[in-house]
């Protein structure tokens, strides 16, 4: 998937190969990026990616169960690893740097992404360089044909974040608006629950939504008029529970409180997303983040943003979820920027939690 990237002044003229390794949750995911440089212009491309998939692991639990996900990343990471090398025609030894996810997720999961990358990093006396998961993901639609170009506001909208950003370059973010409670991707993680969809709940809830019956059910749309760019979904989580409590859960009524509930979803996030645009006078819009998959969001988003002059940019649908892809290229933009030296220190750490807006720039 050969793209050019708008990379801004980088000065080194070489090319360099790197290997990105994504542990932070129920996905393995590995994969190797090339940044290809000759005068001063960049072409990049991703050359091969693997990724293993626990969630069949952990459906039968209802959710990610954290000593289960470590333990399977330990088993998988190596193999994939070796996987995408092959596919790709390249030996460890040609490495040029190993990016891994550093944070935030699942302390035990990303400690085992962070263990081979610097083992391995350290084997072969290159760097390794610790990537900020939500970087990934909000750096990942510069890896479509046709990327944006900064300055461009970012919503996240993942199991664990919802944030708006604006982002004026790689690691330069700041913060607009969150949730204050639950995240995008968790309200449909507990609407798929409470309708006896199982884990993971995003895809189950917009497939069953495409069967609803639009207007039998309304639910509220937390925080739409609070005047500023934050989000709150749990006291929506709490209204499908009273409706899922009231009706007989039949195939059809499941189908009609999904589509109520993704509406719901979708006007806040369009709306505070149109907000973010007009109060930073910004044109572009990113989605990133696993519930930038759902198609009834990238309808509606496009058409609003479309109406009001704004273009919206997605990653690949395949990048959209976690994937070792967006680590790597996130990755290759931060070692060609010079980070870390190649003289880093060899100890490393993990960060559970970790602001997205903490990040030094590039
Ligand atoms: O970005 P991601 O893969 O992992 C995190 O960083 O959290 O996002 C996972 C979240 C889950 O909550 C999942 O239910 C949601 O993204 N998701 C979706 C869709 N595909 C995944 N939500 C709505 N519609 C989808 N099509
Ligand atoms: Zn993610």
Excluded at 345 to 362: K, Y
């Amino acid at each position: 998937m050969p793209s050019r990237v708008p990379l801004g002044q980088i000065v080194s003229s070489s090319s360099m190969l790197v290997l990105g390794i994504e542990t932070s949750c129920d996905e393995t995911g590995v994969a190797l990026f090339e940044l290809l440089g000759s005068n001063g212009a960049w072409s990049s491309g991703l050359l091969a990616q693997a990724l293993h998939s626990q969630v069949q692991m952990h459906a039968e639990y209802g959710g990610v169960v954290p000593e289960l996900a470590s333990r399977d990343h330990i088993r998988r990471v190596l193999p994939v690893t070796r996987q995408v090398l092959a596919a790709a025609g390249r030996r460890v030894d040609d490495l040029d740097g190993i990016a891994y996810t550093q944070g935030p997720g699942l302390a035990g999961a990303l400690l085992v992404g962070a263990g081979i990358a610097n083992g391995l990093a350290y084997a072969l006396a290159i760097p390794a360089v610790g990537i900020h998961h939500l970087e990934g993901h909000l750096l990942s639609p510069l890896l479509s044909v046709d990327p944006p170009a900064f300055p461009f506001v970012a919503l996240l909208v993942s199991g664990g974040h919802t944030q708006l950003m604006r982002v004026a370059g790689v690691g330069r973010y700041e913060l607009l608006g969150e949730t204050v409670d639950d995240a995008a991707g968790e309200a449909f993680d507990k609407t798929a629950q409470l309708l006896g969809l199982g884990y993971p709940g995003g895809p189950a809830v917009s497939r069953l939504a495409e069967r609803g019956r639009r207007d039998r059910f309304k639910l509220p749309r937390p925080m739409l008029n609070s005047g500023d760019l934050n989000f709150s979904f749990s006291g929506l989580k709490t209204a499908v529970l009273t409706l899922a409590r009231q009706q007989t859960l039949d195939e059809q009524s499941c189908a009609d409180i999904a589509l109520a509930f993704q509406e719901a979803m979708v006007d806040v996030l369009t709306a505070k997303s149109l907000a973010a645009l007009e109060q930073t006078g910004l044109d572009s819009l990113v989605v990133a983040g696993g519930v930038g998959a759902n198609q009834q969001l990238r309808d509606e988003l496009s058409t609003v943003a479309e109406e009001n002059g704004h273009r919206v940019y997605y990653p690949e649908p395949s990048l959209c979820t976690d994937n070792g892809a967006m680590i790597a290229f996130a990755g290759a933009l931060r070692l060609v920027h010079g980070q870390p030296s190649r003289e880093a220190v060899r100890g490393f750490t993990v960060q559970a939690r970790w602001d997205l807006d903490a990040l030094p720039p590039a």
